[in-house]
């Protein structure tokens, strides 16, 4: 069974840094490339939002994020660790919120990374950027 569990959120000033881990067990490293992973945010009274997502070869490929982070937030990938994180510069308060890290195997057809759906999720770490 695949576990998610993200770490490195904490509080900042709006335009500080964190960066975001997420670690992933029970997938094989040999294997990760056929996962897709993305990050989402849930904002006290807001729907949860897809933020940036790294598509599986096999669901499509490709790095995506939402217009709202495109310039300031990074997603990258360890495959042989079995991680994925988010970078986040320049981070404004309007980004405060849950971050949870998703997974889902993808091998064949395209997969909308930034909706899902996805059958792995984290528990989400909280992210608190101040004016």
């Known amino acids: 069974q695949v576990q998610l569990v993200e770490s490195g959120g904490g509080s900042v000033q709006a335009g500080g840094s964190l960066r975001l881990s997420c670690a992933a067990t029970?997938?094989?490293?040999?294997?990760?490339?056929?996962?897709?992973i993305g990050w989402f945010r849930q904002s006290p009274g807001r729907d949860r939002d897809g933020v940036a997502c790294?598509?599986?070869?096999?669901?499509?490929?490709?790095?995506y994020y939402s217009d709202f982070v495109k310039d300031r937030f990074t997603i990258s990938r360890d495959n042989g660790r079995n991680m994925v994180y988010l970078q986040m510069d320049n981070l404004k308060p309007e980004d405060t919120g849950v971050y949870y890290c998703?997974?889902?195997?993808?091998?064949?057809?395209?997969?909308?990374?930034?909706?899902?759906?996805?059958?792995?999720w984290g528990r989400g770490t909280q992210v608190t950027v101040s004016s």
């Open positions: 998703a997974a889902n195997r993808v091998v064949g057809g395209f997969f909308p990374c930034l909706s899902g759906p996805y059958r792995s």
């Open positions: 029970g997938i094989s490293s040999e294997y990760s490339d056929r996962w897709s």
């Open positions: 790294s598509n599986s070869g096999g669901g499509g490929g490709g790095i």
